[in-house]
């Protein structure tokens, strides 16, 4: 859940960057936040092992009720950064001017008071339902949202997968349990060919143009819930992607 909220939030970062028109200077903070994601990645990864090797030892634990379980825990993480995605916005436009002031993380860690922390409250703002009604389409490509709901949906899929297959493969376990890329790699070609290039035309139009800065923050507030749908995809792939990882593994 933490992992695909801290994921998910880098898009209120970005959009906070656009509105202050700071956008370089918000792309070095979303890194601090995707670090978040990244340490998670790193407990995750023997909590998961731990949990294929009980599988194997207790035939009666059902692995892919487990496994769909920490599906449905990356859906809520991603639902709970869309609920505080207006908040967050507020938030991290205020984070980029202190840091534009402090010159580096360090001192603005240091330089955050009980008074500043105090005033994050006035900064929250309660989800509506007008918000929601206001996220047209912005003349957003529907492709790039399907594009980014896809590769949501394997990336968040693509270890697990491997995991599993390397369950129900025992023979093949060691090189199933490594072959999370067969997966991902597939993501990673959509999301370098098809989004990324995309997404940076539609920012670097936005910053060109001030009054096309808000639709930006909305086009984020879309990517985020195509991501959110993404989660929901992955429990669909989940089988197919492991007995896919299953055929391929062996003819390598």
Known sequence: MIIHAAETCSYAIRAAGVRT???AVSLSL???VLLISRTSNLVQAPMMGKVIDYAKSHAAYDLEQALRYILGAAS???MVAIVVFPSLVLLFSRMIAHFEVQG???KLIAGVTVSQLR???NHLRRPRLQMLRSLRWMGVPKRLLLLNCIVTAIYTVGVLASLNAAYMAPELSTAASQSSGLINGIATIILTIFIDPQLALLTDKSLGEPRQR???GKVFALLMISRFFGTLL???ILLPAT???IWVIQFI
């Open 214 to 216: 808000a639709r930006l």
């Open 104 to 106: 580096s993380v360090p």
């Open 21 to 23: 028109g700071k956008f």
């Open 243 to 245: 007995y896919w990882i």
């Open 234 to 236: 992955a429990q669909l």
């Open 30 to 32: 979303a890194g601090m």
């Open 76 to 78: 809520i993480g991603t």
């Open 119 to 121: 005033n994050v409250r």
